[in-house]
């Protein structure tokens, strides 16, 4: 059997890829390299269009005859998953449920590992878990990303930084005056203590005067 040089690089790339997501991971997990990377929740207000990321990494290229994907809808954990997208080999993604109607697109790039969606006019009734299957044959394992999806009425109102500011440069104001006065009065204190030592010395040094000018006056 004849192997072309190419064909043994690609192959030892794969094989080494595997061989390093694998490390320190389950043996049954070896060589399945299937990440799906996905938050675990996100916010939407109400009325709005969010998109719903999702992007895998693998250790083989994707090959569009072997490659499967279906995104579900879980309104809670105790419920049954609709499967309302799902990839066709000739089609591409194809809606497989009335739930979200014309709502939902989806705006990943196959190439780039990118299969995430958008849900536009988002209602309360949106809310639940959106789930991510993905399959990239050779990897033995499918891989599985979970998003909770939360419905708002209204955005936190913004932080206003004018008062913090106002506030924070008065604490600053004060604290500088503070430490000013404190510097005045220990250097008035000092120039007292000494103007205070100076008038002792000089009495101190008029009495000897005075002391010596007697003894004199007696010899």
């Not at 569009?64 to 499967?83: C, L, P, R």
């Not at 809606?95 to 988002?122: A, H, M, Q, Y």
């Not at 008035?188 to 000897?208: A, D, N, V, W």
Request: glycine letters at 8%.
């Amino acid at each position: 059997i004849r192997v072309m040089a190419g064909d043994v690089k690609s192959a030892w790339a794969s094989v080494w890829g595997c061989v390093c997501v694998c490390v320190g991971r389950p043996v049954e997990w070896c060589c399945s390299c299937m990440d799906v990377l996905m938050p675990n929740a996100i916010n939407a207000l109400n009325g709005t269009t969010v998109k719903i990321p999702c992007t895998f990494t693998s250790c083989y290229k994707m090959d569009a005859t072997k490659f499967a994907m279906n995104w579900t809808y879980q309104e809670s954990v105790n419920d049954t998953e609709d499967m309302f997208m799902t990839y066709f080999r000739k089609k591409g993604m194809v809606l497989r449920s009335d739930r979200f109607g014309d709502r939902v697109s989806f705006v990943g790039i196959l190439e780039k590992n990118d299969l995430s969606i958008t849900l536009s006019d988002v209602q309360k009734e949106d809310e639940g878990f959106y789930k991510c299957y993905v399959r990239n044959p050779p990897d033995r394992i499918q891989g599985l990303g979970v998003i909770e999806l939360k419905v708002v009425t209204e955005l936190p109102p913004p932080r206003d930084s004018t008062i913090a500011v106002a506030i924070g440069a008065s604490v600053g104001g004060a604290l500088a005056l503070l430490i000013l006065s404190m510097v005045v009065v220990k250097c008035l204190r000092r120039h007292q203590k000494q103007e205070l030592i100076s008038e002792e010395k000089m009495e101190e040094e008029g009495k000897l005067e005075a002391e010596g000018v007697a003894e004199e006056g007696t010899k």
